[in-house]
């Protein structure tokens, strides 16, 4: 995610890139945006949901601007490299002009523009053919502060990213299996409130089943972080499978009940109070600029990519607006779950009871597949963000402490609360607030003043964000530092109330 330079990979068409990304943005965020919608209000929920999603749109074509600038420089620093060869051999001078232009990528040399003024008028230079991820991206054109605050915000993100996943399976299993035993069989969905000092089984208590799955997940997933994961293509086709089967089971069945007559969401148009958290749930629901080097890299034809990525934008918004509408009337807002797919483990909702089952355990296996290979990519952040430069790490170093300090924090986070509305919330108003809207509005302004300095200032990127008025990139950095003090003051707020 967050690496450096690696192999593009097969080729694939552009609608097979528009599939990838859809099927990347829309994951476990999309699950807890109904009670986000319920909680906020339908009108606030759709304006900034459409707000929210035109800001991701800006800032992904953000980051295939500065993809294509960082493709540039790699290719031009070979083609200096083969001319200094070429003069080397015709010479036996000591120091050449481009000897300069091959320093350190924080150092940019006045002669460079004078230099490559004559390739200005090739377009094919800043062709995305080599996928460089963001880490990268951000060792290129940020300095050594830039670089560091970079890491810190990925890392963030992913350890939120895995204290969801953590407490997401547990809670899931404790709603189905609490239950489905005794006199609450089929009752997750059916408006009755539990408390977690209820009891699930005897004397065994809701949170204590929670906690021994939550250590039962861990047990069985942890060990994990401790070795090398790749997501197999069979893998991803099974878990994407699986994840349109249920969210269009879940918009049938909550349609058939509205056409019955049978709704019982009552949703108002504006609560305030519900914004916080649904900015966070949103921010996270639109996530995918951290994986963008991996998707569009291998896309074959890239000419009209951001009209793609736009169509893929447009289809995303429908989809989660059919999701929440449906789930906002279909049921009361006080019996909307965090986890959307638990209302329908009720026996009223639906009476085949392995489609109750089927929904009310898919988080289970989704996250349960995803959880070791975010896992693995955090490690891999933590030891990249301590390299150095010939250096290696002690085998204790490298085989245990990094996947401890891994695994342990999330695993923590998930013990002491399951609230997975707020998880979701503060992962995605803060680490993802930076990734999403950041980072990416960094790269673009950094890389477009790398560029001009080193092509010279008539050179036009081929991939050039729609959005390459400067005036954007001010207004994305102003909304993200916005964002930064309006969720945090709320939080304030709502603590100091209670």
Request: some cysteine.
């Amino acid at each position: 995610m967050a690496g450096g330079i690696t192999d593009t990979g097969e080729l694939y068409s552009p609608y097979v890139g528009l599939v990838y990304m859809f099927n990347l943005i829309v994951g476990t965020g999309a699950l807890t945006m109904p009670k986000a919608f319920a909680t906020a209000g339908w009108l606030v929920s759709l304006v900034l949901l459409m707000f929210l999603g035109f800001m991701s749109y800006m800032t992904t074509t953000f980051v295939v601007e500065a993809m294509a600038a960082a493709n540039a420089q790699l290719r031009w620093k070979r083609m200096e490299k083969r001319k200094e060869d070429d003069e080397d051999e015709d010479s036996s001078s000591g120091v050449s002009d481009s000897d300069v232009l091959l320093q350190d990528g924080y150092e940019r040399a006045e002669t460079r523009p004078i230099l490559s003024v004559q390739r200005r008028g090739s377009p094919n230079i800043f062709e995305i053919t080599e996928r460089v991820e963001m880490g990268q991206m951000a060792s290129m054109f940020f300095n050594k502060v830039g670089v560091n605050l970079f890491y810190f915000c990925i890392i963030i993100y992913l350890y939120g990213d895995l204290a969801i996943y953590a407490a997401a399976v547990p809670v899931s299993l404790m709603q189905v299996t609490c239950s489905a035993t005794g006199n609450h069989s089929c009752s997750v969905g059916d408006g009755t409130k539990y408390n977690d000092t209820d009891k699930c089984w005897g004397p065994i208590r809701r949170i204590d089943a929670y906690r021994l799955y939550l250590a039962a997940f861990t047990l069985l997933l942890g060990p994990f972080t401790f070795f090398n994961v790749q997501k197999t293509k069979y893998l991803q086709i099974m878990t994407s499978l699986m994840r349109w089967i249920a969210f269009i089971l879940m918009i049938i069945l909550a349609l058939i009940r509205i056409s019955r007559g049978q709704a019982e969401g009552h949703p108002s148009m504006a609560q305030l109070s519900g914004i916080r958290n649904l900015f966070g749930v949103c921010v996270y629901s639109f996530m995918c600029q951290h994986s963008l080097p991996s998707l569009v890299t291998p896309i074959s034809k890239k000419k009209h990519v951001n009209k793609l990525v736009l169509l893929d934008y447009i289809l995303i918004l429908a989809f989660y607006s059919l999701l929440s509408f449906t789930a906002i009337y279909c049921f009361r807002n006080d019996t909307l779950m965090d986890m959307y797919t638990l209302n329908f483990t009720n026996c009223e909702i639906i009476n085949v009871a392995f489609i109750r089952y089927f929904l009310g355990l898919f988080p289970v296996f989704t996250i349960s597949t995803n959880f070791p290979i975010i896992a693995v990519t955090l490690r891999n952040n933590w030891k990249t963000l301590f390299h150095r430069e010939g250096g290696t790490y002690p085998w204790v170093v490298d085989r245990i402490v990094f996947p401890a300090i891994t695994l342990i924090p999330p695993v923590l986070v998930a013990f002491c609360t399951h609230d997975l509305e707020s998880l979701v919330g503060i992962t995605g108003a803060y680490a993802g607030n930076g990734i999403q809207y950041l980072i990416p509005a960094f790269l673009a302004y950094c890389s477009r003043k790398d560029t001009q300095l080193v092509f010279g200032s008539g050179t036009v990127n081929k991939h050039l964000s729609p959005f390459r008025h400067t005036f954007w990139i001010v207004f994305v950095l102003i909304w993200g530092f916005s964002c930064f003090v309006f969720v945090t003051a709320n939080i304030v707020l709502s603590e100091s109330k209670l």
